[in-house]
Nanobody
Framework: QVQLVESGGGLVQAGGSLRLSCAAS????????MGWFRQDPGKEREFLAT????????YYADSVKGRFTISRDNAKNTVYLQMNSLKPEDTAVYYC????????????????????WGQGTQVTVSS
């Protein structure tokens, strides 16, 4: 089991950048594939990016490809989401998630395929 805590959200102007962090508890962080999602009120949780156990493989949703970068530091039990060129439509609560299985590409990159979740961090992008 792993517990996740996100941080780094806040208010930023359009075109700006933020880096979200997700700290994980436990000694087995390096055995989990990690993902980032976001959610607007009344909408489904949207997949953004995922990274393999080692960090060698990543996959992004088209909506953030080229603007967001997922990375991880297994020595620090932390996964990151670097967000650049932010837009007002990026405003949402951002969540990190973990699962034991890594899937290549778009396969099973939905919220229900992830087992552990953080509490979320609010990102607001002003126009």
């Amino acid at each position: 089991q792993v517990q996740l805590v996100e941080s780094g959200g806040g208010l930023v102007q359009a075109g700006g950048s933020l880096r979200l962090s997700c700290a994980a508890s436990g000694r087995t962080f390096g055995t989990y594939a990690m993902g980032w999602f976001r959610q607007d009120p009344g909408k489904e949780r949207e997949f953004l990016a995922t990274i393999s156990w080692s960090g060698d493989d990543t996959y992004y949703a088209d909506s953030v490809k080229g603007r967001f970068t997922i990375s991880r530091d297994n020595a620090k039990n932390t996964v990151y989401l670097q967000m650049n060129s932010l837009k007002p439509e990026d405003t949402a609560v951002y969540y990190c998630a973990a699962r034991a299985t890594w899937y290549f590409g778009s396969y099973k990159n939905t919220a229900r395929e992830f087992d552990y979740w953080g509490q979320g961090t609010q990102v607001t992008v002003s126009s």
